[in-house]
C-alpha cells in the first residue's frame, strides 16, 4: 500500500488494486465457512428464534431428542450436507491461501477489459501530472478516512459483542426471571450453580474434555503441518483440503452421524 501510494496512486485506488486481490482468497474461504457453520448451527436459533423462525437444523435436533426418526433425520441432515457441498463445488474453497484453485464463478464473468482500457488511456494524462506531485511521498492515514474506518471496526466489534454483554449482565439478575436490564442486581444464580453438584460436575467435565482435546489437536496438527512442509506442492494441497474437510461440514450432521454410531 505505501508503494503504490509512493507511486502517486490514490487511497481508493491502492486499495482495489493492491489490498482487494489479495485478500479475495481469505474473504472467499471466510465466508463459506461462516455460512457453513450457519448452516447447520441449531443452538443459538433454538434459543434465539424458537419455533417461530426455526431452521432446518433445529427441526433435526428436535426429531432426535423426541421420536429419533433416523430416516427423516437421515434425510434432512443429508440436505443440509448436499446445500454445502454444492455451494463448496460453486464458490470454491481454498483455506491455503496458494490462490490455484481460482473461483468457477469468477471466470464466467462478462469482461470489461475493453472499456476499462479505454477508461484507462483517457486517464493517462491526468495521472502522469499526479504522479510527478505525489512520487516519494509518504502514504499518511491521518484524517477522516482513518477516523471512519475506526468508527466502523467499533461498531462491528460492539455488534458481535453486544450479545454476550447481555447475557453476562442477566446473569447478575435478582429476578427469577431473565430480564434486561435487570430490575436488581444478585449473585443467586452463581450461588445456585456453585451450589448444585450436577452443575459443577458438568462445568469440570467440560473442562476435562477442552483440555484433552486443546492437547491432542496441537499434537496432531503439529506433526500434520510437519509432514506437509516437507511433501510436494501438489500433494501438499490436496492434503490440506483433506485435513480441513471437516469444517466443510454443518455441525447437526456432524452430532446426528456421531450420535446414531455411538447409540
Same mark, same amino acid.
Given at each position: @500500500? $505505501?508503494?503504490?501510494?509512493? @507511486?502517486?496512486?490514490?487511497?481508493?485506488? $491502492?486499495?482495489?488494486r493492491v489490498f482487494f486481490p489479495l485478500s479475495l482468497p481469505g474473504v472467499r474461504s471466510g465466508a463459506l465457512i461462516v455460512f457453513v457453520l450457519c448452516l447447520g448451527f441449531y443452538i443459538t436459533p433454538a434459543a434465539l428464534g424458537g419455533l417461530r423462525d426455526a431452521m432446518l437444523s433445529t427441526f433435526i435436533a428436535a426429531q432426535v431428542s423426541a421420536s429419533f426418526d433416523m430416516a427423516r433425520v437421515a434425510a434432512s441432515a443429508f440436505i443440509l450436507l448436499g446445500i454445502a457441498a454444492a455451494v463448496l463445488s460453486v464458490l470454491g474453497?481454498?483455506?491455503?491461501?496458494?490462490?490455484?484453485?481460482?473461483?468457477?464463478?469468477?471466470?464466467? %464473468?462478462?469482461s470489461v477489459g475493453g472499456p476499462a482500457r479505454y477508461l484507462n488511456e483517457l486517464a493517462t494524462r491526468f495521472r502522469a501530472k499526479r504522479w510527478t506531485t505525489e512520487l516519494y511521498k509518504g502514504a499518511g492515514e491521518n484524517g477522516?478516512?482513518?477516523?471512519?474506518?475506526?468508527?466502523?471496526?467499533?461498531l462491528v466489534m460492539f455488534f458481535l459483542l453486544f450479545p454476550s454483554l447481555v447475557v453476562i449482565i442477566m446473569s447478575f439478575s435478582a429476578g427469577p426471571f431473565l430480564e434486561f436490564p435487570p430490575s436488581d442486581l444478585s449473585l443467586r444464580w452463581y450461588r445456585s450453580f456453585l451450589s448444585d453438584p450436577s452443575w459443577r460436575d458438568a462445568a469440570? !467435565?467440560?473442562?476435562? =474434555?477442552?483440555?484433552?482435546? !486443546?492437547?491432542?489437536?496441537t499434537f496432531v496438527g503439529t506433526l500434520?503441518?510437519?509432514?506437509?512442509?516437507?511433501?510436494?506442492?501438489? =500433494?501438499?494441497?490436496? %492434503?490440506? @483440503?483433506?485435513?480441513?474437510?471437516?469444517?466443510?461440514?454443518?455441525? =447437526?450432521?456432524?452430532? =446426528? $452421524?456421531?450420535?446414531s454410531w455411538i447409540a
Open positions: @500500500m $505505501a508503494a503504490a501510494r509512493s @507511486m502517486g496512486a490514490r487511497r481508493f485506488a $491502492a486499495f482495489w474453497l481454498d483455506l491455503s491461501g496458494s490462490g490455484r484453485n481460482k473461483a468457477s464463478w469468477a471466470r464466467r %464473468l462478462p477522516w478516512p482513518r477516523i471512519a474506518g475506526s468508527a466502523f471496526i467499533l469440570w !467435565t467440560s473442562v476435562e =474434555i477442552g483440555t484433552v482435546v !486443546t492437547l491432542v489437536a500434520a503441518a510437519y509432514g506437509l512442509n516437507r511433501t510436494s506442492p501438489r =500433494i501438499r494441497s490436496v %492434503l490440506t @483440503m483433506v485435513i480441513l474437510t471437516p469444517i466443510t461440514f454443518p455441525s =447437526i450432521a456432524v452430532g =446426528i $452421524a456421531a450420535y
